[in-house]
């Protein structure tokens, strides 16, 4: 039998990578908005466009590459299982049980569990489709559906999860730098820098609770330290 091989034209190349930035805008919104909303702000109302692009495709990047890896590991690890032979079979059967296991260790000693949630509701869509009547057959048959349902699902999920936990970590007080902030003649101490909206300096001041919303232009200094241990808090 012989194999045809389809050249990608200009034209393909220019669909895939629209839809590639069209996706990496969306997810980086869903971060953005799940960041900056633990804290009651919309950044939708304060920045251009371009920056939210630009902050949003920054982060996911990391995730997709992430996830070109998987797809890699994946392929690999399905191509190795498939080749064991018969009296092999059992090491064939305990290596996805480990591999599971591992983790689900994993995501239980990181706390998260809204991955294994994106994860369940990901296989949940996969079986959907497969049985849903008024999907095509080239869909469901398609080796592209698992990667399009977990960039469409998973992915979401994960980005909106990695932007709150970035913000929980903030208002916890487990950032290892602190922001001293000089306003005229006054000077605000120990606050921690969430980051920055257009001409806007964002800060979370831990001791009142309060977001802090600080013009550039009003800002005499800007300086950040490490923030002191708990060893170091608790010496009189």
Known sequence: MEHTTKELSIADVAGWGSALVTFGLIQGALYLKAYWGHFGLDPF??????EIALAGLAGIGLALGLMFVAILLGDWLGDKLTSISPERRVLGCLAPIALFLG???????A???VVLIGALLTVVCLA????????PAAIKKSPWLTYAVVMLVYVSIASNWLGAERAKKITQGEEKRVANVAIDSRSLTGLNLIGRLGDTYVFWDKA???TLLLQASDLKSLELRRAPSAATRDTP
């Open 103 to 109: 983790l689900g260790a994993i995501i239980w000693w």
């Open 45 to 50: 109302q304060y920045v251009a466009v371009s």
């Open 128 to 135: 959907a489709v497969s049985i849903a009547p008024a999907v």
């Open 111 to 113: 706390n998260a569990w």
């Open 208 to 210: 009142r609770k309060t």
